[in-house]
């Protein structure tokens, strides 16, 4: 499963979801779907705009865990 963690990077940036969303050029509405992990897809274009806005990288925002009902490899 992927992890969202939108909202550990803004705090360290000290960043509101209003300003980023400005930044991003995306909704707040739309940002906050992303921050709170319910989105199901994210565009490279907004992805890239966020990593640019929070001067981070993607990895620092999106996490891959392995959830319970996936198998072991």
């Given amino acids: 499963m992927i992890i969202v963690n939108l909202d550990v ?3 360290k940036r000290k ?3 209003g300003e980023l969303a400005e930044r991003v050029g995306i909704t707040p509405v739309n940002l906050s779907i992303l921050k709170t992990g319910k989105a199901k897809a994210v565009r490279f ?3 890239d ?3 640019k806005a929070l001067d981070c990288q993607p990895s620092d925002i999106l996490e891959y865990r392995k ?4 198998n072991e490899d």
Avoid at 67 to 70: A, L, P, S
């Fill in 45 to 47: 274009s907004t992805l």
């Fill in 49 to 51: 705009a966020i990593c």
């Fill in 67 to 70: 959830g319970d009902n996936e």
């Fill in 15 to 17: 960043i509101s979801l």
């Fill in 9 to 11: 990077m803004m705090a």
